[in-house]
């Protein structure tokens, strides 16, 4: 773990970065890299399926539905922008516990 998730929150939503890896062995939304979320996927990083299954996880991670997670940026890296629909505060609660969470 290294700092903690920098999440912006906007009225109705918030925005923070993920640090994605690829073809992990388990599928988990916890622990960070430098500011961002630690995202592992089972899926390789081609034609979307990476940043479908990051899109997924998170949804179960943070208890919301899937159409409230959205890319915003970093469709072809590790790192990325994700934006998620709801109740701010409570999201940037979830998002940090899971950032503070040790990797496994």
């Known amino acids: 773990m290294d700092a903690a ?3 912006r929150e906007l009225a109705d939503a918030v925005e923070f970065a993920v640090h994605v890896r690829p073809r992990s062995r388990r599928e988990q939304a916890r622990g960070s890299r430098s500011g961002a979320l630690a995202v592992r ?7 979307g399926q ?8 998170l949804a179960e991670a943070l208890e919301v539905p899937a ?3 959205r ?5 072809r890296s590790r790192h990325k922008r994700i934006r998620i629909e709801g109740p ?17």
């Open 41 to 47: 996927v089972r899926v390789p990083p081609a034609d």
């Open 5 to 7: 998730v920098l999440i």
């Open 88 to 104: 701010s505060q409570e999201l940037a609660a979830r998002i940090s516990a899971l950032g503070s969470a040790p990797e496994n």
């Open 67 to 69: 159409s409230a997670v």
């Open 71 to 75: 890319l915003i940026a970093g469709a």
């Open 50 to 57: 990476a940043n479908r299954a990051v899109c997924r996880v």
